[in-house]
Every structure is written in structure tokens, then in C-alpha cells.
Nanobody, 116 residues
């Protein structure tokens, strides 16, 4: 079936940058959109950014101007470029894939820690 594998997380100082990657594999010929979510301990999972098949993007207000979502169609991979990171950005970041048939898939998540 479909698998999503996130990578690129780690420890970064405030003001630093990271780029997350999510590679999709399996029977995923009909992708409608891919997205990034995040979840801090004890908090609800929240949308970070989304990119559709048509290339339209949307961001949560707190990430606008700092985060950029992009994709590499040849590799079935979506990226999240994060800049000017803040301690409040510390969370597990999850990749999400939405098929044209309405099926939703999740990755296992990658930890991002913003701290000195």
C-alpha cells in the first residue's frame, strides 16, 4: 500500500533553518494533495502547509513568510523549508497525503526541536 517516510528533523537553534522531506511510495498514482502537520506534546495536531496537485499552496498564519512547501513530482516527494525557527515550532512534524479517492495517509513523523 502507501507509505510516507519523513526525514530532515533534528535540533536547531532559534533563528535557524531546516528542510523536511517526505517521500511517498507504493500505489500512489492519484495524489490530490500533500501536506505537513505538526503536534507538540499535549497539543492538538495542526496543519502547517498544504500543496495540491494543481500546485496551489496554503499555510497556517504563524508559518507564513517563514515556511515554504514544495514538491518533486519525479520523486513523489514533498518538502517543507523552515526558516527563522522559533522555540514554539518545536513539535513532531507529520507528512500527510490525500488521494483523489478520498483516502488519507500519514507518516510516522519527524522530531523538530528548536532550542539553544
Amino acid at each position: 500500500q502507501v507509505q510516507l517516510v519523513e526525514s530532515g528533523g533534528g535540533l536547531v537553534q532559534p533563528g535557524g533553518s531546516l528542510r523536511l522531506s517526505c517521500a511517498a511510495s507504493g500505489s500512489i498514482s492519484s495524489i490530490y494533495a500533500m501536506a505537513w502537520y505538526r503536534q507538540a506534546p499535549g497539543k492538538q495536531r495542526e496543519l502547517v502547509a498544504i500543496i495540491t496537485r494543481g500546485g496551489t499552496t496554503n499555510y497556517a498564519d504563524s508559518m507564513k513568510g517563514r515556511f515554504t512547501i514544495s514538491r518533486d513530482n519525479a520523486k513523489n516527494t514533498v518538502y517543507l523549508q523552515m526558516s527563522s525557527l522559533k522555540p514554539e515550532d518545536t513539535a513532531v512534524y507529520y507528512c500527510n497525503l490525500q488521494s483523489t479517492y478520498g483516502t488519507i495517509y500519514w507518516g510516522q513523523g519527524t522530531q523538530v526541536t528548536v532550542s539553544s
